[in-house]
């Protein structure tokens, strides 16, 4: 059985305080980690797709890297607009559905 | 168009109430899903429909019918809920249907915030 795990829970961070988010999986085979962010009380928002150990991708602020074991979220000088709940999930290679972490709750203060 | 829209935002429902969620999306995807969130929870997932066929269900109980008109469309059609049945419920589609190709993200609507009372 696919299983991800996040951590911290919560997280806060002042404005410009960089940090990173942990999403450590078991998975019998990936076929891909996703990364989504989510405001309240509205629906997922992709961010990012890795699909092999060392892999990396960037967007503004936001850097997601990949190894066999575990995916983070770097957050590099970040704003109150980050603020988020942040979920990691996976697909593994026979599966026919994401397996979501419980999520970070990020909040960035000014 | 990108997205996937939800209606309505926000509904509030007796146990004894029919009512129904819509769904709808225009990139041409072939798979369509609902999701249902508590608070502070990841997304459950509850149906998928591939090309206009179920072809998961997660065990969810009958008063929860889902219905795929066409390939834009999604509805769930609620009936006799329970109060533990409130949550957020989302809709979201992708390219492929799971397991097909490797670039299946997910585009998520913003919900439908259903309070049964």
């Known amino acids: 059985e696919d299983q991800v795990t996040q951590s911290p829970e919560a997280l806060r961070l002042q404005e410009g305080e960089s940090s990173s988010l942990n999403c450590s999986y078991t998975v019998s085979g990936l076929r891909g980690l996703f990364w989504y962010r989510q405001d309240p009380g509205k629906g997922p928002e992709f961010l990012f797709t890795l699909y092999s150990a060392g892999e990396e991708k960037e967007k503004e602020r936001l850097k997601a890297t990949l190894t066999k074991k575990e995916s983070f979220l770097h957050i590099t000088a970040p704003k109150p607009e980050d603020s988020a709940t942040y979920l990691c999930a996976v697909q593994s290679a026979g599966g026919s559905r994401l397996t979501f972490g419980e999520g970070t709750q990020l909040t960035v203060n000014p | 168009d990108t997205e996937v829209t939800q209606t309505p935002k926000h509904l509030v429902m007796g146990m004894t109430n029919k009512k129904s969620l819509k769904c709808e999306q225009h990139m041409g995807h072939r798979a369509m899903y609902w999701y249902k969130q508590k608070a502070k929870k990841p997304p459950e997932l509850m149906f998928v429909?591939?090309?206009?066929?179920?072809?998961i269900n997660e065990s969810v109980p009958s008063r929860f019918s889902p219905e795929c008109p066409n390939s834009s469309l999604l509805n769930l059609h609620l009936h006799a809920l329970q109060p533990e049945d409130s949550a957020l419920y989302l809709c979201?589609?992708?390219?492929?249907?799971?397991?097909?190709?490797?670039?299946?993200?997910?585009?998520f609507g913003s919900g439908t915030q259903l309070s049964v009372l």
């Open positions: 979201a589609s992708s390219p492929l249907p799971p397991g097909q190709g490797y670039n299946e993200k997910l585009f």
């Open positions: 429909y591939s090309y206009e066929k179920l072809s």
